[in-house]
């Protein structure tokens, strides 16, 4: 089993930056592909970003590509979400997901956590 706590969400002025944060526990966080998708209000969950587990591959969504950058520290058991030029359509909830391989299909992830709500007020 793996658990994972997001945190670093809130309330943000367009244009402004928030960094999420998931920290993982239990089994080892280094064999583990980590992704990041949002769900707004009676939309679909979205695929935000993935990570490989060494960090040496990430994919972006084009939605957020230029702005939001995905990494990952293995000594920290922790994976960030970085967002710079938040928009409005930008507010959901944000899930950190863990998977043997990474990639944009939330199928593919095996755990997820509780979500962090991020809000980008116009």
């Known amino acids: 089993q793996v658990q994972l706590v997001e945190s670093g969400g809130g309330l943000v002025q367009a244009g402004g930056s928030l960094r999420l944060s998931c920290a993982a526990s239990?089994?080892?966080?280094?064999?583990?592909?980590m992704g990041w998708f949002r769900q707004a209000p009676g939309k679909e969950r979205e695929f935000v970003a993935a990570i490989n587990w060494s960090g040496g591959s990430t994919s972006i969504a084009d939605s957020v590509k230029g702005r939001f950058t995905i990494s990952r520290d293995n000594t920290k058991n922790t994976v960030y979400l970085q967002m710079n030029s938040l928009r409005p359509e930008d507010t959901a909830k944000y899930y950190c997901?863990?998977?043997?391989?990474?990639?944009?299909?939330?199928?593919?992830?095996?755990?997820w956590g509780q979500g962090t709500q991020v809000t980008v007020s116009s």
């Open positions: 239990g089994r080892t966080f280094i064999g583990y592909g």
């Open positions: 997901a863990a998977a043997y391989s990474s990639g944009s299909t939330a199928g593919l992830y095996d755990y």
